[in-house]
């Protein structure tokens, strides 16, 4: 499966922003997908993910309550909105899939799509 992430952009702090993260050549469905950032310096850290059919999802506490993710498996689309933004969610972004479960690490991940910039400014 390839993955391509789109969405990121330039917003205040306090402003939303929604990340898409199309897929091609497989369905999407067949995957667990996760959202991660990374600053440089740091490592890829997850933000949300959610299991192949949907009914089950993850967010670390940084990001719990501001951030949802979602599928539409007939687009084969996965998006992440992000309200409430801030300083610290400034990050390069990526999408990833994983063909088990909804893994929380980034070395499970097998599939990943370029990195999308995110940019808050307060």
């Known amino acids: 499966v390839q993955l391509q992430a789109s969405g990121g952009g330039l917003v205040q702090a306090g402003d939303s922003l929604r990340l898409s993260c199309a897929a091609s050549?497989?369905?999407?469905?067949?995957?667990?997908v996760g959202w991660f950032r990374q600053t440089p310096g740091k490592e890829r850290e997850i933000v949300a993910a959610?299991?192949?059919?949907?009914?089950?999802?993850y967010y670390p506490g940084s990001v719990k309550g501001r951030f949802t993710i979602s599928r539409d498996n007939a687009k084969n689309t996965v998006s992440l909105q992000m309200n409430s933004l801030k300083r610290e969610d400034t990050a390069v972004y990526y999408c990833?899939?994983?063909?088990?479960?909804?893994?929380?690490?980034?070395?499970?991940?097998?599939?990943w799509g370029q990195g999308t910039q995110v940019t808050v400014s307060s």
């Open positions: 050549g497989r369905t999407i469905s067949d995957y667990g």
């Open positions: 959610i299991s192949g059919s949907g009914r089950s999802t």
């Open positions: 990833a899939a994983a063909q088990l479960g909804i893994p929380t690490t980034a070395t499970r991940y097998g599939y």
